[in-house]
């Protein structure tokens, strides 16, 4: 099998490209590292899901440090762009960036990202964000593959429902929050933090 590593965002759009690959002769290792997340109680709800599909597969999970301050610092001034923009340009270049550290690091020549397959996301910026990032790393090599294809999103709702996950509803960061309901805004600031699993 191949090796790859997989940057992943959440256990719901991760699931079925995890299963993909590992029909498909590759062998992704997962990299949790999203500091765009905000609270860190709805970050470590979407790690542990991600933990808790990872134990099924047997896979190994490498865990980024949260460090929102620091993924603030990156999207300085980009805090009034719209979805889709600047902000979410600067927030790919960063994650990858470090996905294709890590990729290096663990001596895995090939990486991509979970990313590709929201409907939240621009498909385009995520392969601007990752060709830059393999060129910062040149043993890596970035993936570049819209997961949202071949069935994928299809399979992703049927295991999200198996795998009873947990369903965010918005992306990730304080700023995409602003398209959800008041209430469930309320609802999320609000949920307790759980204990890391």
Known sequence: MQDVLLHCCCAPC?????????????????????????PDSE?????????????????????????????????????LEPERGARCQA?????????????????????TTTLASSRWKDIEQIARAGHLAESLYPDTK?????WRKGGLQQRRNELLKENHFYNQLYCGCEFSMKRLDPQECERILKQPTPAEI
């Open 142 to 146: 970035f993936w570049d593959k819209n």
């Open 14 to 38: 991760s699931s079925a490209i995890i299963e993909w690959m590992l029909q498909n002769g590759y062998k992704p290792t997962l990299f949790y590292f999203n500091p765009n997340i905000f």
């Open 43 to 79: 970050y470590l709800i979407r790690k542990n899901e991600l933990k808790r599909y990872a134990r099924k597969w047997e896979l190994k999970v490498i865990d980024g440090d949260y460090d929102h301050a620091a993924w603030r610092d990156k999207v300085k001034g980009l805090e």
């Open 91 to 111: 927030c790919f270049n960063y994650r990858l960036a470090q996905a294709a550290r890590i990729a290096s690091q663990e001596h895995i020549a090939l990486f």
